[in-house]
């Protein structure tokens, strides 16, 4: 998963990224997974300060986690296949 490399046009399968996510701030799925690639903030505080969604009520907190989640899902599998090619080469 490309978190915000992507446009639209190349992941039809991810059209619902331009959503908003945090409404008090207006802030958009695509532009948390931005500041997520971007930024690597490991908290939504830290997600909070690069691009202000979650800073409101806090509904958008478990979005905002799960890309978080996500993302560090993204990096092990990555790293784990680097050391599998490592080992098998």
Request: proline letters at 2%.
């Amino acid at each position: 998963m490309d978190f915000g490399q992507q446009t639209l046009a190349q992941n039809p399968d991810h059209a619902d990224h331009d959503r908003t996510v945090c409404h008090c701030l207006n802030v958009a799925e695509s532009e948390i997974r931005t500041a997520i690639a971007e930024h690597d903030p490991q908290t939504i505080r830290a997600v909070s300060q690069v691009c202000g969604a979650g800073a409101g009520c806090m509904s958008c907190h478990r979005h905002i986690r799960r890309m978080l989640n996500e993302r560090v899902l993204h990096r092990r599998s990555q790293m784990l296949e680097s050391t599998s090619e490592v080992a098998c080469g």
